[in-house]
């Protein structure tokens, strides 16, 4: 028996792997921060949201990674492992949702904003491409880009709704938070936290588990370890007791790989290299200036924040540096649009 397809794309996410992408071994030196909660995931995972409105988003493959971003990042905060300046930054940027004596209650980020980022299509995503959009952009409060119930596919995915802040909020996040990921194989899955994939869904049994179903590999769910039985987050309710939790049968079909996600906390300012074109922003701005390396009073402004992100990723641009608002009459802000970085370097802005 076939079953629709939940937004998982495996020609994608075959044609995207790389020698150089990372995977795990047990033992090896990568760390996730999470590593250092006293308990299980399970404890702190997210209510969960369906991942359709009117019609389906086809964005599983971008909500596995993001449940599982909540769930380490929620139980980080509570058991106090950040940092209280990282922890009290999150709340302010509306990260955290308390309840109404302000107990904090979770962290939520924005399923729409890494699943537009990542390119998700009509036929879905693959696996490694919203776990890359994580690492590159960053992540930013669900409040701030939400999913809505009388939301058409067109209308979540609309690029037009990510707005510069977004983009450097997300970049903020970034600096406050290394966000890295590296393939997992199922021989390790009880022993890891990780995303994975698998053949959705058949019907639960008379005990709520879902049993094996040859139907071929096309949903994407995020699976907190140390469980007799597979038990994952879904985005769709489960049939037996219509939450987010579903429990699966010990050989239930799943990819022979997921993805975990890396997470650490930034301690000190990133190594500036010297070759890389500086940048900075004024206080109250949102604009971001690229400065002349021949006069460091000469700028140029950015057209957008994809712009910027991009050279930040292609080691054009070293991230920036706020300046207050009183020093912006010290600048020569140079007249007329951004110019490419080949046309920057035309023009001597990279000499």
Avoid at 158 to 181: A, P, V, W
Wanted: charged residues 30%.
């Amino acid at each position: 028996m076939e079953f629709k397809n939940q937004g998982l794309d495996l020609i994608r996410e075959k044609a995207e792997q790389s020698p150089e992408d990372w995977e795990f071994k047990l033992g090896a030196v990568r760390v996730c921060l999470s590593e250092k909660l006293k308990e299980s995931l399970m404890k702190y995972l997210p209510v969960g949201e369906l991942q359709f409105g009117v019609q389906d988003f086809m964005d599983c493959a971008t909500r596995s990674p993001i449940n599982e971003a909540e769930a380490k990042f929620t139980g980080l905060v509570l058991e106090g492992v950040i940092t209280a300046n990282n922890r009290d930054w999150l709340i302010k940027k509306g990260y955290i949702i308390s309840d109404e004596h302000g107990i904090l209650q979770g962290v939520e980020f924005s399923d729409r904003f890494i699943a537009i980022l990542s390119g998700t299509t009509r036929g879905g995503n693959s696996l490694k491409a919203p776990v890359e959009a994580i690492r590159k952009y960053g992540l930013i409060p669900k409040s701030m880009l939400p999913r809505r119930a009388d939301m058409t596919w067109d209308m979540y995915h609309n690029k037009s709704d990510i707005t510069d802040e977004m983009m450097e909020l997300g970049q903020e996040f970034l600096r406050r938070f290394g966000m890295n990921y590296e393939r997992v194989k199922d021989t390790n899955f009880l022993d890891i936290d990780c995303g994975i994939a698998l053949s959705a869904w058949g019907r639960p049994d008379s005990k709520g588990v879902y049993q094996r179903i040859e139907s071929g590999i096309n949903h994407a769910t995020f699976k907190p370890k140390d469980k007799p039985l597979i038990q994952i987050v879904d985005n769709y309710k489960d049939g037996f007791d219509g939450n987010f939790i579903k429990q699966l049968a010990p050989n239930y079909k799943l990819m022979h790989y997921g993805y975990r996600l890396i997470i650490s906390e930034i301690w000190s300012e990133p190594i500036v290299n010297k070759d890389m074109t500086k940048t900075i922003k004024f206080e109250t701005e949102a604009h971001i200036y690229k400065v002349s390396n021949a006069d460091p009073l000469k700028i140029k402004r950015y057209n957008n924040w994809f712009k910027y992100t991009e050279d930040i990723d292609n080691g054009w641009a070293e991230k920036y540096i706020v300046v207050e608002d009183s020093l912006k009459p010290s600048y020569d802000i140079m007249p007329g649009s951004l110019l490419s970085l080949i046309s920057d370097i035309l023009s001597g802005l990279n000499n």
